[in-house]
Each structure stands twice: as C-alpha cells, then as structure tokens.
C-alpha cells in the first residue's frame, strides 16, 4: 500500500471517529437511549467506519514484486540476435581495390569508423529514442545497419565504404544498442546480470559465426555479393528483435527539454566518473591482443593458420565468458566480478603472455585473456543501473559508452609506442595490455570501496 492510501485511510478514520464522539456527546446514553439501544448503535457505526476504510483499502494502488524473467527472456532472445547483427569484422577482399597505395591501412579505418560512430552516436541515438520511444528507434537502427550493409556491397571506392559500413551502419548499431539497453533492465532484478550477459554473449558468436559466411559466400560470389548476404542475414536478425523486444512499463510520451533526455548531471557523481575511467583504461588493453597476437604468432615462426586460430579461441571463450560472468555477478555482485575479471585479465597479460614463446602457451593466453576481458561489456548495464537507478541508466550508460571512443586508438598509441621502443618486439605490446589493466583494477577497486566500505559485501 502506498504512503497516499495509508494517509487516506487514517484521516477517514479520523473523521468517522470524531463523528462517533459527537453523536456520544450530544446524545447522552443515560438520557436518550437504554445500554442496549446505545450497544447497537455503537456496533452499527463500527461496521459503517470498517466498511469505509475496507472501500479506501480496495481502492488504493498495490504493489506487485518486481520483474525477474517470464516475457524477459524472450526479450533477451531479441537482443542477442541485435548483437550478432552488428558485430562486423574489418573484413573484406582486398584485391578488390587492387593498385590502391596502402589498401591494407587505409581499409582498416572502415573498422574504427564503425565502433567511432557506433560509441559516439549512443548519446544521439539516446535523444532519438526519448522523442520517437524505444519501437520506432529500433526499426530504424534495423533500417540502418542493413542498408549499410547492402549498400557497402556496391561500393567501388574505398570511402564508399567508410560512409556505408562505417557512418550508416555505425548509427543503426547505436539505435539498437541504445533500445536493448534501455529495455532489458525493466525485466529483471536479481538475475539482471545473467540476462544482459546473455545478450553481450551474442557479440562474441557473432564474431565466430559473421567471418566464416562472409568467407564461404566471398569465395563463390565475391566481395560485393557478400555485405549484401550479410546485410539480409542481420536484417532477418533485427526483424527477430522488433517482434519480440517492448517495455515492461511503457511511458506515456511527454516533452522533454534537451537536459532531460541527457542528463549529464551524472558527470557528477564520483562513483560513475570512478568506474568510466576504470573502465576507459582498461580498454586501452583490451584491443592489443586481438590486434597483434596473430602478427606476433608469425613473428615467432607458426603458420598464419595458428595465429588466426589465436583470436578465434579467444573470441570463442569471450562469448563463454561473458555468459558465466553475469551469471556470476548475479553471486556475489556486479562490480566484485568486473573488478576481479579485469585483475585476472592484467595477470594474463604480465605473467603469461609476456612469457609466452610456443603456440600452446599463447592458446592459454587466448584462453584465459578471452574469458575474463569481455566483463566489462557484460556488466556495463547492471553496474550502471545499481549507481544511479532506472530513471537515470539509460542516459548514462550512453554518455559512458560515448566516452569508449576514445580506447579505440589503444592499438595506434601502443604501435607508436613500439616503434619508438628499441626493446624486444611486441614486448611493449604485452606490458601496455598489462598495465593498462593493472590501473584500471586499481581505479575499479578503488571504486568498490568508495560504494561499500566492507571488501567482502556482494555489490
């Protein structure tokens, strides 16, 4: 019952009771009525006060438990199907833009555009949705990411491809992120963790799956043929989602100033400035290895079939890890487990990549460093919710995802950095991975004591 009804009902007790004092003190028992009319009357508006206050009670709003699953997974369901859509690899035939200076650096810049304008449209796309609701942004980010994708397949120059795959289906990623975002947090409470690791798993078997057609259908029917499969393969995908992803409780639409579809106000609260930068760092480490482990497999003499095995086992034990890790947080809490992946994942990199030399350690490697570094992605949105609630999540967790653009040049400083180095190769590769992870465990603990003092509580 609410804090209005439980006031309601006691005013209306209130006043029935001082009707009953009046009736005693203008109707005296002895003067006008025997004990027993006097008995009646009194259980007569007894039943009247109680008939009352039983009428408020009916009519006042309940509260029902909160929302743990039931129709929610099924909007989980369409949200892993939203993430293996856009998961995209800079993948494409290379001949195909034959006697271009460079092909190889200038192609590679459709990658980082995508995830440029994907982070860096979440704010905008934030701003769409608050206007047009959650459904109509959802059809356009499905609109986007496979037009983008089709008309990348009639590209016949290299910047056809940087407004295409890059710019168009860059902003149809961020429509979608921003709705499977903002909607999967009203279905759950306790198991919100498990759920949005789920969905974020469905990045990493996306980057399984997506690269093994676009090879089979590029080698029968070419490069152009190929985004345009994919493109109807995502769109079938995204059609999934749009019959499957609503609201809990849908809003009623209203206008809305600029500063309340964006509230950076939470810029504000130190917790969240804690955890973004953390974050942010940790980042930075991230890209290394699937940038450069295949390289540095080469450079120490195993086949390109090794190197490229590598990554795919560590793309294949992220969309494992991502799974067990919200299904752990749910445990023992959402930023232990975050901050305890990102701690094993500085481990793997200073204590067994940097001695690893023989293709069975760098598959430990994979392994360990695939598993525990994708927390961040799975546990963005618990962690978000837990700081500042529902209201505010979805606006955040935009303008912290908008701040990841910036991890993205990780790889070109840590290039800069190795080149500038006259140390062993890759080995500035391996420590830049590792500190950068090693700091981020430091801000994110940090960060865990500042929101609770005992080391030991489940947050």
Not at 130 to 136: A, L, M, N, Y
Not at 217 to 227: R, V
Not at 295 to 320: E, H, K, M, P
Request: charged share 10%; net charge neutral; with cysteine.
């Amino acid at each position: 019952m609410s804090v209005g009804s439980e006031i309601t009902i006691d005013k209306h007790r209130h006043d029935i009771g001082s009707q009953n004092e009046n009736m005693k003190t203008q109707v005296p028992d002895q003067a006008l009525c025997s004990p027993v009319d006097h008995q009646e009357k009194k259980v007569e508006i007894d039943k009247e006060r109680n008939s009352n206050i039983s009428d408020i009670e009916s009519d006042a709003p309940q509260t029902g438990e909160e929302p743990d699953g039931g129709y929610g997974w099924l909007v989980v369901l369409g949200a892993f199907f939203v993430q293996i859509a856009s998961v995209m690899q800079d993948y494409y035939e290379q001949n195909y833009f034959q006697g271009v200076p460079n092909v190889v650096v200038i192609l590679s810049f459709v990658g980082t555009l995508t995830s440029i304008f994907f982070y860096g449209a979440c704010p905008l796309a934030q701003i769409y949705a608050s206007i047009v609701g959650f459904r109509i942004t959802l059809f356009t980010g499905t609109f986007l990411v496979s037009l983008g994708l089709i008309m990348a397949g009639f590209s016949t120059q290299i910047w056809h491809l940087y407004i295409t795959q890059g710019l168009v289906f860059g902003l149809g990623a961020a429509c979608n992120y921003v709705v499977i975002m903002g909607v999967t947090p009203q279905w759950f409470t306790k198991r919100r963790g498990f759920a949005f690791g789920i969905i974020t798993s469905g990045s990493g078997i996306g980057g399984l799956i997506i690269p093994i057609i676009m090879n089979a259908i590029n080698q029968s029917l070419g490069a152009s043929w190929t985004f345009r499969i994919v493109g109807f393969l995502c769109f079938a995908c995204d059609i999934i989602a749009c019959c499957v992803i609503k609201e809990n409780k849908p809003k009623p639409k209203a206008k809305k100033k600029l500063s309340q579809m964006l509230r950076w106000d939470c810029l504000k609260d130190t917790n969240v400035l804690l955890f973004m930068i953390g974050s942010d760092i940790g980042l930075f480490g991230y890209f290394i290895p699937y940038f450069f482990l295949p390289s540095y497999a080469t450079y120490l003499g195993l086949s390109s079939s090794q190197g490229s095995s590598l990554v795919a086992v560590a793309a294949a034990c992220n969309f494992v890890g991502r799974i067990v890790t919200g299904y752990l947080a749910d445990a023992i809490g959402n930023i232990n487990t975050n901050t305890l992946c990102t701690f094993i994942t500085c481990v793997s990199c200073l204590l067994i990549w940097t001695f690893a030399y023989t293709y069975e350690t760098l598959m430990g490697f994979s392994v360990v460093f695939g598993f525990c570094s994708g927390s961040y992605f799975a546990l963005i949105s618990p962690i978000t919710t837990h700081l500042v609630g529902l209201d505010k999540f979805l606006s955040t967790v935009s303008i912290i995802r908008f701040t990841n653009v910036i991890p993205l040049f990780g790889a070109n400083i840590a290039s800069a950095i190795e080149g500038s180095l006259s140390s062993e190769p890759y080995f500035s590769y391996k420590m830049f991975a590792g500190v950068a992870n090693l700091v981020a465990t430091i801000i994110l603990l940090v960060f865990k004591l500042r929101v609770n003092r005992n080391f030991f509580a489940k947050i």
